[in-house]
């Protein structure tokens, strides 16, 4: 892993982002934002899931407007989602909204210095939400979508796309700074990971602003996931991105369980036991995925950083269950049991959830104390 990208930092309501501080999960309501009850609904179902900064998709002033009232009801901060129309953000800032995403392809210059004077005078970031669906039309390099849909996409494609994404941050993160304007997050999306990875390699040392990762249009699962995981993944493992939104079709919890995988799996997220299991090949002899099954259930709610290792033979199982915090290594007549480096045990197989379980708690409750 690399040294993390310094930047600088951006309070949402009360979360920073930025500056070192550990990377902010987002997550984005699909109600119809009018609907304010069932609005309010997501936005908690997001909190609890681990979302710390909901956004909202603001399409109308109507939508504007149910903001205030949205926001009473929740605690955590609210980012207002703009395109076309700068008036629907000078109402989300109105009503209080924590900050704003604009889209530089879809709002005029005139209608961003609006919006950043307000958001000055009332103390909130925006984000230079930039995406490749919705570049200016005047940007040169803005119609690579004729030859993409030729199948035309090699390497100079992808960077000229990148690059093009780069600059219309690069204009609107210059224009904001005129105007003394400097409370900025800044995205690049696109919906193929590669140019996503260049664009953000590109802007990461040109500009000074906290980094917001996502891949959009990701498509189906398991595609969508597999391409937000490569495109978050292989930015945070560099060192660059400051916080992460998952953007997947269906259900938006969905995306911060996939968000915090990411985190958990390059070490950014340690606050829950993570689960090494092996594969199972035909040398394994128990039913180790139903015993994974179990004990994956079993800890979800545990907040203790535990390593917990099970394995189905002796091939790699004994070193994996040695390194980890807890862990198990099959054989034909049930499993070795390992505790932080040393053998406790033998486990028939009927007892090895039940054993691995006992042992979870007490560790999770000797870290708590
Ligand atoms: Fe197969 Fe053993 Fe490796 Fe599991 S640990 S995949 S059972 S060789």
Redesign the pocket.
């Given at each position: 892993m690399k040294i993390r990208r310094l930047s600088q930092e951006v309070e949402v309501g009360k979360v920073k982002i930025g500056a070192g501080a550990a990377i902010v999960v987002q997550g984005m309501t699909k109600t119809a934002t009018e609907d304010i009850a069932a609005t309010v609904g997501q936005v908690r179902e997001l909190t609890q899931a681990g979302a710390q900064i909901v956004r909202i998709a603001l399409p109308t002033i109507r939508a504007a407007r149910a903001l205030c009232q949205i926001k009473q009801e929740v605690e955590v901060p609210l980012v207002a989602d703009i395109h076309f129309n700068y008036r629907i953000a000078l109402e989300a800032i109105e009503q209080g909204v924590d900050k704003v995403r604009i889209n530089p392809g879809n709002m005029g210059e005139r209608g961003l210095l609006s919006v950043a004077n307000r958001a000055k005078d009332k103390g909130i970031p925006l984000r230079i939400g930039v995406n490749s669906g919705s570049l200016e039309k005047s940007l040169p390099g803005n119609n690579l979508g004729e030859r993409r849909a030729s199948g035309i996409k090699d390497k100079s494609h992808l960077q000229i796309m990148a690059d093009t994404m780069v600059q219309s941050a690069l204009r609107t993160t210059a224009l904001l700074e005129e105007e003394g304007f400097r409370d900025i997050v800044i995205s690049l999306k696109a919906a193929d990971v590669l140019t996503t990875i260049l664009a953000y390699e590109t802007i990461s040392d040109k500009i000074p602003y906290p980094l917001h990762l996502g891949v959009t249009a990701t498509g189906p699962c398991p595609q969508g996931i597999i391409k937000s995981a490569i495109g978050i993944g292989a930015l945070l493992a560099q060192g660059i991105g400051d916080t992460i939104r998952v953007s997947l079709i269906g259900n938006p919890l969905e995306e911060i369980k996939l968000a915090y995988g990411i985190l958990e799996s390059l070490d950014l997220f340690k606050e829950k036991p993570v689960l090494i299991a092996?594969?199972?090949?035909g040398?394994?002899e128990v039913d180790l995925e139903s015993i994974v099954e179990e004990i994956q259930l079993a800890i979800e709610k545990i907040r203790t950083p535990l390593m917990i290792a099970i394995?189905?033979?002796e091939?790699?199982?004994p070193g994996e269950a040695k390194q980890a915090d807890i862990g198990i290594a099959c054989t034909r007549k049930g499993g070795v049991l390992f505790k932080k480096g040393r053998i406790v045990g033998k486990v028939a197989e009927k007892d090895i959830v039940k054993v691995l379980l006992e042992e979870i708690e007490k560790l999770s409750r000797e870290s708590e104390n």
């Open positions: 092996c594969p199972t090949c040398r394994c394995m189905g033979c091939v790699n199982g």
